[in-house]
């Protein structure tokens, strides 16, 4: 009964609220036709006092009176009386003409017409009648017949006056008798409305009894839902004192209900350093609806015990008006144990990311110091392979360099995995022939496969020979570490690598299959963790560190790609990755042949000058022996102090700067080098160091470095950086501080992929949008951040494919500061887009000229 009558109620209630209106409506329109019969009886009222027809009627009688004044005149020739008579029609005629009663009359088209001849006659007698009686007397007959003639229209206008008011009578009183019908017929319909009014009102009355009932039983039920509940339940008044106060807020705050009821909250139960914030949000919500906690939901907060303890809270209010004051409903539950207990877990997590940050930084220090002795190693083995062996002797050494090189290749994946994981390697997308870097690849792994009697295949036909905009160096390391992978398991087999673009997304897979021994399917779920070898023969044969996989897997993940592994046991593997890659043409579909022949030294043209700064003496020892064998000069100092003192003595053609020294490291030297007056300020200084990250080479480059050799060093790479040399290579402070323009061989290669016509085209779009939307960030400061973000953004997608470097940067500076919340500084630093974009656009169409005249 109570559900079935909490259903129906708001039906009882609808009805009520449409009769209500429905007796509403009809009290207004009572009231409208009541108005509208007293406006219709004092119209009658006012036609009746003006005696408009009466008038109407006279105007034939003033009409024959002035005739009668004109015949008389004639005989006794007095004109007076013709004057007076005339004054009496034309006053007559006039009130026709502008009187307020007969406004609606001179709508009438016919009557209208009568008065406008009428009066133009009686403007016409104005001259005569107002002239001298002489010539009045003589004229007398034609005014006679002016008169005669308008006797008919003054008859006329008589007749239409008196019809027309006479219909307008009948219809007001026809007005009045269906307004008087339409009263009585609401005022039934009013009575008929207060009865099922009176009715409804009843059946209301029945209702209330009922909801009052239930009222009165679900209120027991809540307040023992109240006083049994875990949470405090505290409710104030708007003067903050306490009216209700539940058994589990006297468990949490220790106060009985009879100290609670009637004090201020605040006192209780708001620790003293949150009581004026909670007294002024307060008065703020009271006084104007402010609100900062109530009915905000949950919040987090510390609470007060009666002992003096601080103990955390988690609360929410709500606002509940009542009859004559504003309630607010507090539920507070106790938190010590959850925060403890969360506390505990970020502890935990803390120690944890510790340890891991531990482990990856005593990896890259270990792998790092592991490349110094390495390259003396290596460096001295170079040298020894110069001098007179014998053949034996040339056996133990190539045994001892394979060794040498295969525990470089180890330390390189043990550094891999430490930059990794700790995020410090950069993406660099550029634009690149997707098939020469394939081919690479697996010409560079042929030699390992021969050796195991495996073949080599590479199937790219769906590609073709298509230019790609990625990241050219970490894809060349995942197919490496894949294919080099797949060949050492592979024995009198195949391995084949395969590409294919995945319908019409940028995404490319490729696969790896090999004919090899094939992995267990419970080792597939841990091929790609780190330190993994399984079990194998191939496996113990070969050794490994087992971090190639795991690398190819933090490379793709690092890319926004996926990887993967099938294998069955006998029957070979399949390792596939799928990577975005936007093709920017697709080229040719003729295979791509890679010269594989090994460059030649460079070799000096002339003896060099060379000062070398480095503090390990076995690598002066392998670095001086390497430059002298190339005829060159060789000073050695052992620290940063003393080969800045050594550069600031005299002139070196080039300088070889370690970077990790005791008293002075290679940045520091170089900015005294470069900011002192001695003569080598602007001599050509290379980095040797085993710091190989991205931002390290930046900041080498940053501090006035010219070039950078990454140990362990070869006669083949000092050659090569010594080979490049002379005035132009010498830079200022102010060029150094910034990168190039443009990426200027990968533009050349794009427009050159792209054809003239097509790359003058997509050029000449991307330098109409660019400057566009340039123009637009700088000139509406007023536009949406997310907007604006959105759309730097996307021309930076757009500059990075057209190998702008400066320009791509501070886009890309500008997106992050909008990303993390610092719109402002986003914006200030939209000034210097015009002037990096105007160099940018120059140096573009400049190349893009280039590319017309070949």
């Known amino acids: 009964m109570t559900a079935q009558g909490n259903k129906h109620q708001p039906l009882r209630w609808a009805r009520f609220g449409i009769l209500g209106v429905v007796l509403l409506v009809c009290f207004g329109a009572i009231a409208i036709l009541g108005f509208e019969v007293n ?23 003033e009409y024959l009176s002035f005739d009668a004044a004109i015949t008389e005149a004639q005989l006794d020739g007095d004109v007076r009386d013709v004057r007076r008579r005339f004054d009496i029609l034309y006053s007559r005629v006039a009130t026709f003409r502008t009187g307020q009663a007969y406004e609606t009359l001179r709508g009438e088209l016919s009557f209208a017409n009568l008065l406008a001849g009428l009066n133009a006659a009686i403007d016409d007698m104005i001259p005569l009648i107002d002239g001298p009686d002489d010539e009045l007397r003589a004229q007398l007959p034609e005014l006679s017949n002016q008169v005669e003639i308008v006797g008919t229209a003054v008859r006329q206008i008589a007749l239409i006056g008196i019809d027309y008011f006479a219909g307008v009578s009948d219809r007001s009183r026809s007005e009045v008798w269906l307004t008087l019908m339409r009263v009585a017929a609401l005022t039934m319909a009013l009575v008929m409305a207060l009865v099922i009014l009176a009715i409804v009102l009843f059946q209301l009355y029945r209702v209330a009894q009922r909801n009052a009932e239930v009222t009165r039983t679900t209120s027991a039920r809540l307040e023992a839902m109240v006083s049994s509940t875990l949470d405090a339940v505290i409710v104030i008044d708007e003067a903050g004192l306490i009216v209700e106060y539940n058994g589990a807020a006297e468990y949490i705050f220790g106060y009985s209900r009879t100290e609670a009821i009637g004090s201020p909250m605040v006192d209780m139960i708001v620790p003293l350093k949150y009581r004026k914030a909670h007294l002024e949000g307060m008065k703020r919500h009271l006084r104007d609806g402010s609100t900062h906690v109530v009915g905000r939901g949950r919040i987090q907060m510390e609470a007060l015990r009666k002992n003096g303890e601080l103990f955390p809270c988690e609360f929410s209010i709500a606002r509940a008006p009542a009859s004559n004051r504003i309630l607010f409903v507090s539920f507070l539950r106790d938190n010590s144990a959850q925060v403890a207990a969360e506390q505990e877990l970020l502890k935990a997590r803390d120690e944890a990311l510790a340890g891991e940050r531990t482990k990856a930084e005593f990896m890259a220090v270990m792998s790092h110091e592991m490349r110094t002795p390495l390259n003396g190693m290596l460096g001295t083995m170079e040298l020894l392979a110069e001098t007179d062996l014998n053949p034996r002797q040339r056996d133990y050494l190539r045994i001892i360099e394979t060794s040498g090189r295969l525990l470089l290749h180890h330390v390189n994946d043990v550094l891999d995995i430490a930059r990794l994981d700790a995020g410090r390697t950069g993406s660099e997308k550029r634009p690149f022939n997707l ?67 995945l319908g019409d997304s ?80 697709k080229g040719s579909v003729e295979t791509v042949e890679v010269e594989t022949k090994p460059a030649p030294r460079p070799k000096p043209e002339q003896s060099l000058q060379i000062l070398v700064v480095e503090d390990n003496q076995i690598n002066q020892l392998v670095v001086e022996e390497m430059l002298r064998k190339e005829g060159h000069t060789v000073t050695l100092t052992n620290d940063g102090q003393e080969g800045v003192a050594a550069a600031n003595l005299r002139h ?54 010219n070039d950078v050799l990454v140990k362990p060093i070869s006669r083949a790479k000092l050659a090569k950086a ?23 061989e990968a533009v050349r290669g794009l427009l050159s992929d792209l054809g003239a016509e097509r790359s003058s085209k997509l050029l000449n779009a991307f330098l109409t949008e660019t400057d566009s ?23 930076a997608g757009s500059a990075s494919l057209f190998g702008t470097l400066q320009f791509s940067d501070l886009l890309r500076e500008l997106e992050v500061l909008g990303k993390s919340g610092r719109a402002d500084e986003m914006r200030t630093k939209l000034s210097d887009l015009p002037q990096c974009w105007s160099m940018t656009r120059n140096a573009l169409e400049e190349i893009a000229s280039e590319n017309v005249s070949q």
């Open 506 to 585: 940028d995404m490319v897979e490729f696969r790896i299959i090999d004919s090899g021994i094939g992995i267990n399917e419970d080792d597939l779920d841990r091929i790609f963790d780190d330190f993994v070898t399984l079990d194998t023969t191939y496996a113990r044969e070969y050794g490994g560190t087992g971090l190639g996989l795991g690398i190819a897997k933090r490379l793709i993940e690092s890319l926004d790609g996926a990887i993967g592994a099938e294998s069955e046991p006998g029957d070979g593997s399949l390792f596939w990755f799928r990577l975005p890659l936007p093709i920017l043409s």
């Open 652 to 705: 070196y053609d080039v300088i070889l700067m370690d970077i990790s020294m005791p008293r002075m490291d290679g940045v520091a030297a170089t900015l005294a080098i470069r900011n002192g007056d001695g003569r080598c300020r602007d001599t050509r200084i290379v980095a040797l160091t085993a710091n190989a990250l991205p931002d390290d080479i930046e900041r080498f480059k940053d501090s006035g470095m």
């Open 722 to 744: 010594l080979s490049i040399k002379g005035p132009e290579t010498i830079v200022s402070a102010a060029a150094r501080a910034l990168p190039a323009l443009l990426d200027t």
């Open 773 to 795: 939307l340039v123009d637009m960030f700088t000139t509406s400061p007023d536009s949406d951040d997310n907007i604006l973000i959105g759309d730097i953004h996307k021309l």
């Open 435 to 501: 098939s020469v870097l394939v081919n690479e690849v697996a010409d560079g792994q042929r030699s390992l496969a021969h050796a195991n009697h495996t073949e080599l295949e590479i199937d790219l036909e769906t590609l073709g020979n298509p230019t790609v905009l990625g990241d050219q160096q970490r894809l060349r390391q995942v197919l490496l570490n894949l294919v080099s992978n797949a060949i050492k398991f592979t024995r009198d087999g195949v391995v084949r690598i395969e590409a294919e673009k």
């Open 39 to 61: 406006r219709k009886i004092k119209e009658q009222a006012t036609a009746s006092s003006d005696n408009v027809q009466w008038v109407l009627s006279q105007l034939e009688v």
